[in-house]
Each structure stands twice: as structure tokens, then as C-alpha cells.
């Protein structure tokens, strides 16, 4: 099974269990000051652990503090790192498998940490952090080439089985390949021979600094996907010119952060969408081709290296996910859970939390896996949604025994609903895994019973996972048509065609409604939101996905803008907009509030009981997850 994905592999000398790696992902497992740590080891461990030929540590500051972005980003400038990176690297390699570490400057894309200017090619500038970068003089850059080659030595005497150099993504060595950010005027802008200078002369400072044999890999942009950026035929080129240059293998990524969907994909994109990028680079190169973006599917993989498309598949959010991946894979287990594309893991980091996975409840605190119960207790979870079956899954899992019991005649609670807007359909398998959980698990689970305080007096424990109920606003004007967000997602007959439409409240949830309203038929579709920002709940990415998109189907997105009133077939708005629009239905998406009912009963007559998911604070499913599953841990 999967023989090409399983095969051994080889990376310059060095020879792989398989073609599996695991892509950087910036844990912000590391102490304030970007060292090691245990939780460090543990996460990176446990994918090795899990099967993945390489580990690729995420990017490493080759200097402080302008090559990173956050304090607490790795830093590996000084050799005070290299003992807690040796340490790492050991343990890797004691799961068998390989370590590169990703060298790493921020470039132009580094906040103002304290107070220090980011450096790039030019002073233009940044759109995305809103600075203008200084611009690195010519000795500035043969320092950091420098920096970059001592950087390299320090991995290998921490015992780094190879580098990835970022050149990807806008960072500094990347800048300086796109003509729209490199505008200099010297032997390092100009020409694309003069953009691809700098990466070049990094390149050899590598090799100077561990010798012709050292593994040295460098992940570069496909395609920058955006005006001016690197194009997919510069980006051949570049592969071109880095293997005359002595590197062992080209990993290719895609996407700066003007145009970051296509760089971490959020739920809309299709498995390996950007694995032609590699294959256009393995046309032009002989050394092996990692291709990366939305791996899920072993069988995807497999058939992507049998295809010839690339050598090596680069997952990264699928191991964030499912760490056993390819132990799975090899054994022809098919039951697994896949990444949901919702980029919460991405958006904690960028607030420098510590990583974290929606469907992966242990993902970045593996070290605090739940032991067996001491007394098995029989223990009763209300409410089969993404809280409360991961409650009772896990509590089941540690000896308990668990009943889960749900009012509706199907699990999933309010991941149907997620679930239903358009290219969202990764929700829904999300659901079909949870249900096989449950399949496999020893919890009785009952549908169609909504569980009372009487239920709750035959239990040990009580676990609350009633979920939240869809909010309303009152709304006056006869002749209109009124419905929820909820109703609009649950209601799949309902008939949207030719309707004008007003939806009241541009957070997520009104937001998609809205897109599956218009995909549905509707002559127009209008969301009003009294605040100035759109889907403001979104993570950024999924957010600039979804604007897309909306603008792209056509529905008009107003913000500062409330409901006036209503009458003879129009609403009338006021805030920024002052006009009159025709419509026929209303459709609320205020928010939600949690569902206290069976808790005040619980309560009122003095049964404990532990609150989760969004019967205790509405969130994401992520918070729903983890909620459960710290409930079920400490029973
Ligand atoms: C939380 C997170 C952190 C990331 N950190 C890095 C990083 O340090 N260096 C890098 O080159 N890419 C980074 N990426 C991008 C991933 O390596 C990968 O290219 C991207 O997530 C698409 O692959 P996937 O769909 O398998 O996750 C990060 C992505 C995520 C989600
Ligand atoms: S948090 Fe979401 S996007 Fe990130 S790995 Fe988990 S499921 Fe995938």
C-alpha cells in the first residue's frame, strides 16, 4: 500500500525512511526568549514518532532581533541554542526520523519588535505591516550572508541531519528574488541574476560552512501570486540556478502575504490545488522536489509522486492533526482525522499563543495525555456536538463509562450548520469522523433524548454540552418573509430563487449564509453590519478568502450600516449607506447565546454538573474540542 509515498527517499547524501515531511510549522513552543523547550521536543517527537521521514523545525532566527518577528519566535543566532536544539534533534532521531532546521530572516515582514526598523531590499513600503523597511546596505547583506552560513554550521553541530533555507513566502531572501520588492539599482537588484544574488551567495556560505556533503534544501515560492511577485517560470530559474549552486533539494511553497490564502490555505482549497507549482520546478531541476499545500489524503500523496509530480510530499497541518499519519498510512488504516482548513492553529500563533489544533485536542500539549482513570464512574454527557462527544470519547478511552445522549436524531450539533455553506464540505467529514469515533468507542450514545435532571440522577458525573441557541432581534414590516441564519442553513428546500435578500449581521455566520443564499438562486443578496468590519470574527486568511468570494458572487457587503425599517417590498437603511433597497426576506445572524436551560435545572436542584463548549462560552470548534476533552481528562 501507497509504495511510492512509503519509499525510502534520499536528500543529497542523505538517505530518508520515506517521502514524507513534515513542513515548518511555528509552534511557539518555545520559551519567551525562543529557546527549546520539553513541550518543543514532545510536539516534534511525536510526528516522528508518527512515521514522517524528515522533520523540518520550524524557521530559526539566523540573527536577533531583526530576523525575527516575535520574541518568543525560535532564535538560533548564538550558540547558548545549540544544547537545546542538540537535545531536539536527538530525540528525533531516537523516533527514526531526520531534523533540518529552517534558517530563517523575517526581512521586510517583521513587526517593529522593539523598536527595530525591519530590514529588505528597498525602502518601500510594506502594505502588509504598514513600515517602510530600511534598506540593507551592500556590507549589511555580506554580513547576513555570513550569518547565514554560521547559522548552518550551528545546525549541523547540533546534529541537524540538513538545512531549509526560507526563500518562500516574502521573507528576506525571497524579497530580494521578487522584482516587487527588490527596486535596487545594484549587483543585488535589477536583472533577475542580480535578485537571485543573495540567495545564491547564502547558498555557497552554507556549503563553505559545512562542507559538499551537508543536506541543504531551500524552500522557495512557486508562485508569489501577486502582481510583480515571482512568477512560476522565475521561479524555475531560481530552482535552476540554486542546483548549479550546490543545493540538494528544492521545497516548494507558494504565496506572500498579500496573498497569504494561497500560502496557508484556508477550507476552500482543494487538496495538493498547488502541487503543479513543484511539478513545473521538477521539469527544470534533477534534484528531488518537495511540493506542499492541503496533504490530507495518503492515497493523494502517493499517486502525486507516482505522477511524477513531485519526489517528496512537505504535510504540515494534516501531522498537526493526526501525528500517526504515516504509521496509518502504512497500515491501511483509513480512519483518521483530516485537517479542516480553519486556520485557528495559524491564528494563535499570530498572537503568539502557543499552537494548538481545532480537531486535535493534545496538538502542542502532548506531554499532558490523559492517564487511565483511577475508578471507572459512569458519567453522562448531554449533547452530541463537537464538545460533547469529545468529552465522552476521551472520558470512555480512559476506562469510564460514558452515555451520550443527544435531543436531535444526529450528532454534530452546530458543525451541520458549519458544515453547510458552499466548500465547506471538510466540516462534514469532520462530522463522519466523529461519528466513527463514537463507533469505535464504548459510549452509548442516545438520539431523540433530551436529557432532564431525572436523567441526570442515575450518573456519577454530569457533563453539559447543551450547545447555544441562534439570537433575534425584533423586526417590524408586514409582507417580508423572516428567518435565522440557522433556519436558512438547516432549511435545504427552502427555495431562494429570484429573491431579494437582506442579511442582518456580517460576522462568519451571516457572512456564508450569505454566499449560500446567492449560490441558491437569489436575485440579490444585501448584508448589512453596524460595525465597520466584515467577518471581524475571521481569522485573517479564511477571511480574505471569504471577501473574495463574496465579492466575487456578488453580494453586496455593507458595513456601518444598520436596518432603518421596512415596508412595501423595501428596507430602508441608514449609518454609511442612506438608501432604500428592494427586498422581500430578511435573515438574521445576530450571534448566538448559550443554551443555560439544563444547567439552571441542574443547578436548582443541586446536582453538579461541568459546563463546556458553547453552553459555557460560545467559540470556535477548536475551544469546543479542547473543552471536552480537558472536562473528560480530569474525571
Ligand atoms: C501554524 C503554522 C505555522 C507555519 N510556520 C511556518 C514556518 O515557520 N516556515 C514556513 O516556511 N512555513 C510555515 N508555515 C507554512 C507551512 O509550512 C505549509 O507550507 C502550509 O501550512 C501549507 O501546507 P499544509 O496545508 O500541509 O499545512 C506555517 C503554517 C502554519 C499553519
Ligand atoms: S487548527 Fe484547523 S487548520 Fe490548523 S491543523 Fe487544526 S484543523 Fe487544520
Known amino acids: 500500500m501507497y ?9 543529497g547524501s542523505l538517505y530518508v525512511r520515506n517521502r514524507v515531511i513534515m513542513a515548518p510549522l511555528g509552534s511557539r513552543l518555545t520559551t519567551e526568549n525562543g529557546a527549546v523547550t520539553d513541550d ?3 510536539f516534534y517527537s511525536q510526528r516522528a514518532r508518527g512515521g514522517a521521514g524528515v522533520i523540518v523545525i520550524e524557521a530559526m532566527g539566523i540573527e536577533y532581533p531583526q530576523a525575527v518577528g516575535k520574541p518568543n519566535h525560535v532564535r538560533f543566532h548564538d550558540e547558548r541554542y545549540v544544547p537545546g536544539h542538540a537535545k531536539l534533534v536527538e530525540k528525533i532521531h531516537e523516533c527514526g ?23 529588505g531590499p528597498s525602502a518601500i513600503l510594506n502594505p502588509n505591516t504598514g513600515i517602510v523597511p530600511h534598506e540593507l546596505t551592500v556590507d549589511e547583506i555580506h554580513e547576513l ?15 541537524y541531519d540538513g538545512v531549509n533555507v526560507h526563500a518562500a513566502h516574502g521573507y528576506l531572501l525571497s524579497s530580494f528574488v521578487s522584482a516587487a520588492t527588490n527596486q535596487r539599482t545594484d549587483e543585488y537588484g535589477g536583472s533577475f541574476e542580480n535578485r537571485i544574488r543573495f540567495p545564491l551567495e547564502v547558498l555557497a556560505a552554507i556549503r563553505r560552512n559545512t562542507g559538499k556533503d551537508y543536506p541543504v534544501v531551500f524552500r522557495i515560492n512557486g508562485s508569489d501570486f501577486i502582481d510583480g511577485g515571482i512568477t512560476p517560470e522565475e521561479a524555475a530559474a531560481f530552482a535552476e540556478a540554486l542546483e548549479k549552486g550546490g543545493v540538494n533539494a528544492i521545497d516548494v511553497s507558494a ?11 484556508p477550507i476552500q482549497y482543494e487538496e495538493g490545488w498547488k502541487l503543479y507549482l513543484a511539478e513545473n520546478i521538477r521539469k527544470h531541476v534533477s534534484i528531488p522536489v518537495f511540493g506542499v499545500g492541503v496533504i490530507h489524503d495518503p492515497a493523494k500523496a502517493d499517486k502525486a509522486i507516482a505522477d511524477g509530480q513531485v519526489d517528496f510530499v512537505c504535510v504540515g497541518r494534516e501531522l498537526l492533526c493526526e501525528p500517526q499519519w504515516v504509521n496509518k498510512a502504512a497500515a491501511g488504516e483509513t480512519h483518521f482525522v483530516k485537517c479542516i482548513g480553519c486556520n485557528s492553529c495559524f491564528e494563535r500563533i499570530g498572537k503568539n499563543l502557543p499552537i494548538r489544533c481545532a480537531v486535535n485536542a493534545l496538538a502542542g500539549r502532548e506531554l499532558h495525555t490523559p492517564r487511565p482513570a483511577e475508578k471507572p464512574l459512569n458519567i453522562a454527557v448531554a449533547g452530541a456536538g463537537p464538545a460533547g462527544i469529545t468529552a465522552a470519547v476521551t472520558a470512555a478511552g480512559r476506562g469510564h463509562h460514558v452515555t451520550l445522549f443527544e435531543k436531535e436524531n444526529h450528532i454534530g450539533g452546530q458543525l451541520v450548520l458549519a458544515g453547510a455553506p458552499p466548500r465547506k464540505d471538510k466540516i462534514l467529514e469532520y462530522i463522519g469522523y466523529l461519528q466513527e469515533e463514537l463507533n469505535r468507542s464504548e459510549v452509548e450514545v442516545k438520539l431523540c433524548h433530551e436529557f432532564t435532571v431525572e436523567d441526570a440522577r442515575s450518573f456519577d458525573r454530569v457533563i453539559v454540552a447543551a450547545g447555544a441557541h441562534c439570537r433575534t432581534i425584533p423586526l417590524k414590516g408586514s409582507g417580508f418573509e423572516y428567518m435565522t441564519a440557522w433556519d436558512a442553513l438547516q432549511n435545504r428546500s427552502f427555495s431562494w430563487d429570484s429573491r431579494n435578500v437582506l442579511l442582518i449581521g456580517a460576522g462568519s455566520v451571516g457572512c456564508e449564509t450569505a454566499l449560500y443564499i446567492r449560490e441558491h438562486g437569489a436575485a440579490s443578496v444585501t448584508v448589512v453590519e453596524m460595525r465597520e468590519k466584515i467577518a471581524a470574527d475571521m481569522d485573517n486568511i479564511s477571511r480574505m478568502k471569504l471577501l473574495h468570494e463574496l465579492a466575487e458572487c456578488g453580494v453586496r457587503t455593507l458595513p456601518s450600516t444598520v436596518l432603518d425599517h421596512m415596508e412595501n417590498g423595501m428596507a430602508y437603511l441608514s449609518g454609511n449607506v442612506g438608501e432604500k433597497i428592494p427586498c422581500d426576506t430578511v435573515v438574521e445572524a445576530v450571534g448566538a447565546a448559550p443554551d443555560r436551560e439544563l444547567c439552571d435545572a441542574l443547578y436548582q436542584n443541586g446536582i453538579p454538573f461541568i459546563n463546556i463548549g458553547d453552553a459555557a462560552c460560545i467559540g470556535k470548534i477548536g475551544e469546543a474540542v479542547r473543552g ?8
Open 97 to 119: 526520523g531526520k531534523a533540518f532546521a529552517m534558517l530563517w530572516h523575517a526581512g521586510i515582514n517583521k513587526g517593529c519588535l522593539e523598536g527595530v526598523q525591519p530590514v
Open 145 to 159: 550572508v555570513n550569518k547565514f552560513g554560521q547559522a548552518a554550521a550551528r545546525a549541523k553541530l547540533c546534529g
Open 255 to 265: 504565496g506572500v502575504y498579500g496573498s497569504i490564502d494561497t500560502m496557508i490555505e
Open 628 to 635: 471536552g476533552f480537558d472536562a473528560a481528562a480530569t474525571i
Open 40 to 42: 518543543m521536543i514532545e
Open 3 to 11: 509504495a511510492h509515498l512509503l519509499q525510502p527517499g534520499k536528500i
